[in-house]
């Protein structure tokens, strides 16, 4: 039994992560952290956890506390992080930041799409991108695990196996996503009104998207160059779920795809390549840290199609999360995990 | 572990109870049969199941092979269980029926209802009625269990701490339902189509509902004598979830009610009274086995209204099963069912 | 062709004014005013009115430009229409209000449930409660409308038969309605987000709701007396509607309560009783200006049911404020009101 | 005033003619055909039309009936128009099909995709592609009119401006289209239940789909040579829309890519090309016959992104069928056409 804590604990990730770890058999939560809901019980502000965390409540963020835990997940917006992670990596405390601060690993970048200067560059260098599909190895030795985002999940288990094996025109990749609503967090905003956002459907970010130098990151990490990306995001009117669409150019015959997907995540616990012809639902990964996937080679033709889902806050977030955690520490890699998606 | 079987496995309460089986720690399920579908894997059929049951695929329907269970779950039409059950209990397998086969104990009532007469009058008198909050301890030591229908289920945990006290007006009560669509099933009809059920509400059966004669006996017993209910359902726009919203007219000064609901309840794992004051949402009991409570008494006058809100195939359905099977079985009542809602 | 200024027009009722008038023959829209969105044009806020209105912009409220209309709409927050009402008639220009600033004719009870004190009393003599139903010969020579609110439209039209046949107890009418998320107009409110509205379904204000004294007003004029109303709403997931289910019970035998709707509606333009045994859609009514009912009598009880649905933007808000328009200034009183509701 | 029939009007495109043509002022519906709701009076089928169309009923099809009649629209399924459409030309009457039937060219190919012979061959010469956009002027003078598939609609109109200009390489364009679920009909099948539809994405017949061929055709008439098109569908949790999204690759600098699309649909009353940086709402077009397009250069690269929005039932069907009605018969474009989107 390890006791974490999670920082910024009152949006969707916050209370993903109690959801999950309601249900993990090894963790237990010591503290987590709200300024402006301090002394709230979870339960008041999230019914759902009524009866699992009857005493837990919202606290200051307190570094001696959070100090104290074994690991500290961060479900903050950008920048929180930046402050406290060294101190708690000092303690002895493990971080496990769900935000978008450690996961580009040059801080130039970081600062250009960010809009302000990185605030802690020192620790790059040892912030491991927790894709696990990509990186177990060191996440198991990690201290600092920076959580990819949800797109940028959807997107690189997708391509993966095509880049890897290096089928694929690299200038040319094109990622048409669509993202369920709690994408957009919690935050009251107009266009993310039930009133504005239902029965429609709409781009946004098409000239430019923050997760998109992080996707090209990945995506030159598995082809060992630089790949030309369009990242095209859309709005649909659904709570949860990432629906990637994926196009590459095929340089030459590519052999058979669907045996290639299925070698490649062939000892994935939560990456699921459907049979051939599949179309993949976002609602059979609702509530679930899955990846499901499907390749098409439609006509035959040169263009390759994956389609590739996962919930935006589990796989794509809190679930992802909850996997590092439980690779860093040595548990069951699905322990808190194993339950089947809610489908209908 | 115990051994079950499911009948009728292809409907919206049959995936239910394989989504909460595969994180029960005593069960195995043995065989899920259905007619249409036999020879298909039931991951193939829903794919949230895929990687929790990799070998299970429907079968016709065996007495034999389910006579070897030491339980069968019914998740069938109304009429099947009444052909099915009392073969299954001489070979000594204990049976929970989801459907109404064996709720009215008033075989004539159930033939005016359902239209044909009742096929198993003779099992009537062994079958409990399954609201644990009422007959937990029959439900231990029965061997056919009717699981109550998803309206009743609502409408009775919240009017049971009223009536029970003798408190309102037992010849005017009211019961305005409303219900998400999976309580219509998996059959394809235009009516259930999103295009057709979405962005509207509507009410429906408003002249009379097969789940009337069950609520009335489930509250005449409650009452101890006949309580007259107009019951309205109506059809709203969401996946699962019953709001019940229940209208009582004091026959006196009451006391305090919401003492009165939190003593009733004290004891119920699956029972949540909410503090005075609230409205409890649907979506707080989404996948979980909970029914929410709240109690109002407007401007301090003589009606009281009750909020009540349940998933329709969970405390309303499967969920509920499970529970029954668990206190048969002396497993801990919450086994397979302690994970919490999924919200948002 | 007349001159008409609507104040306040970036909420759901503002918008809605413009998408009906712009199908009116006889009415131009002079003017259009937010402080917020000054300069902005309507068709940058509102693609849906792109190459409606190209060259008409938010501006200033400026009661001289106001003041020379024919007629001003408010789509305003409540207190508003206080405060430039006076100022408007004094020119001579008739005032549509579709705020709750006219509706109660007692200003201390307004000031109760609004919770402060009301800025023109010496105006409610004259302002003239909007119901054509009820108030048509006022309505055509009033100089100021109090348009109703949305819940209080579909339960008095839906009660109205039966209380002024003096058939029900007036002590315990029970209004359970169900409203679409634009009911609580545009702001940014968290409980608002598709993420927590949708999936879902909630009562709120089961304590009190400001509609409350409104409907029991209206239901008392019918009445000849007071009413005793229980009034519970629920928030739906859905864009637009409201469902009222109204039960009351029968003092007597009614009689032919399907004739009694059907003559008291006959000559209403926007009122469609519905053949018995019907349950009204609110997609039925989605962008229309139109009430349908239906009346129940359950199992020949003693509880009549009457299921009415409204548009709330439309007959709840803006297509009612265009009725009240076209009856004040003797135009066909569907002159923009005529297009069938958008179903599906 | 001229006299229109339908033939198979209780489908999603027979309804929303009705909707429409309520509107127009040259237009009165005659006959309206169903064979399995003959004598049904379509105000019980359809309640929004209550009102509209009172004493209008389904009828059976009765082609001396249809051939009195001006002009009869097709909403039927592929198959149905081949057999009737000669027969009531050669009374004079024109024919306006909003089915597959006379969409594509070469009857080998329709053979191909819709698994039967085409029933009409000889017909073929005659028909005219009904894209206002593209043909006017045959429109016209046409007698057969073919209305173009909702997602040709969409995607051709977004291509149109780049292949005419021959800017985009022709071999590699990319159609990522989203659906709204009305798209599939108002058959009852399973996929199409909200229970199943909503809160999920999933694409489908990313192998390939019958309005492959139709798209390919039209492009390649703009392109003036063939295009290789890689198009996947997705189904939408929405009633309405069609999003496209459409990715080519430059050839070479392009110039200012907005105005190019401005000026090329400067002229069409029903393409609106919004400013640069837009991201079209499939709902500022709800109910509406428009399409609404958006043209991107993410990060001046070589791709260029196109983003277009139809209502599919309207500009996609029914719209656009009236849109042809109006042109054929000298009618104001916009005759019926000219109500706003309904927005929220």
């Known amino acids: 039994m390890i006791k974490v804590g999670i920082v910024g604990g009152t949006g969707y990730t916050g209370v993903e992560l109690l959801r999950l770890l309601a249900q993990h058999p090894e963790v237990e939560v010591e503290a987590i952290t709200s300024r402006s809901e301090a002394g709230m019980r ?33 479900a903050t917006p950008h920048g929180v992080a930046h402050a406290l992670a060294g101190e708690l990596l000092a303690q002895g405390t493990r971080v496990i930041d769900l935000s978008a601060d450690f996961r580009l690993r040059d801080a130039e970048v970081w600062a250009e799409w960010y809009g302000q200067p990185h605030g802690a560059p020192a620790l790059l260098d040892e912030a491991v991108y927790g894709l696990p599909e990509m990186h177990r190895e060191r996440i198991r030795r990690a201290r600092l695990i920076a959580v990819p985002g949800c797109y940028p999940t959807a997107v690189q288990l997708g391509l993966l ?12 990749v094109i990622a048409d996503c669509k993202s369920g609503v709690t994408g957009a967090g919690r935050g009251a905003k107009v266009p993310s ?39 095209v995001p859309h709005l649909t009117p659904m709570i949860r779920g990432i629906h990637a669409t994926l196009y590459g150019r095929l340089k030459s015959e590519p052999g058979d795809l669907q045996a290639l997907f299925e070698q490649r995540f062939a000892d994935e616990p939560f990456v699921d390549v459907m049979p051939a012809g599949s179309h993949p639902e976002t609602r059979s990964v609702k509530g679930a840290n899955v990846c499901r996937l499907a390749v098409h080679r439609p006509a035959g033709g040169d263009t390759v199609v994956v389609l590739s889902v996962i919930d935006n806050l589990v796989k794509g977030a809190s679930g992802q999360a909850v996997q ?9 890699e699905n322990a808190g995990l194993a339950a089947p998606a809610l489908m209908p």
Chains 1, 2, 3, 4 share one sequence.
């Open 193 to 231: 009104l039930l009133a504005e956002a239902s029965e429609s459907m709409k781009a946004y970010g098409a000239g430019g998207h923050r997760h998109l130098p992080e996707i090209r990151q990945g995506l030159g990490d598995a082809a060992g160059g630089a790949v030309g990306l369009t990242f």
């Open 161 to 172: 196996p095509l880049l890897e094996a290096g089928l694929i025109d690299t200038e040319h």
């Open 42 to 74: 979870v339960g008041d502000m999230y019914p759902n956890l009524r009866g699992h965390y009857d005493t837990l409540a919202f606290s200051e963020p307190d570094p001696r506390r959070l100090g104290a835990c074994d690991a500290v997940f961060f």
């Open 324 to 332: 590092n955690l439980n690779i860093m520490f040595g548990f069951a």
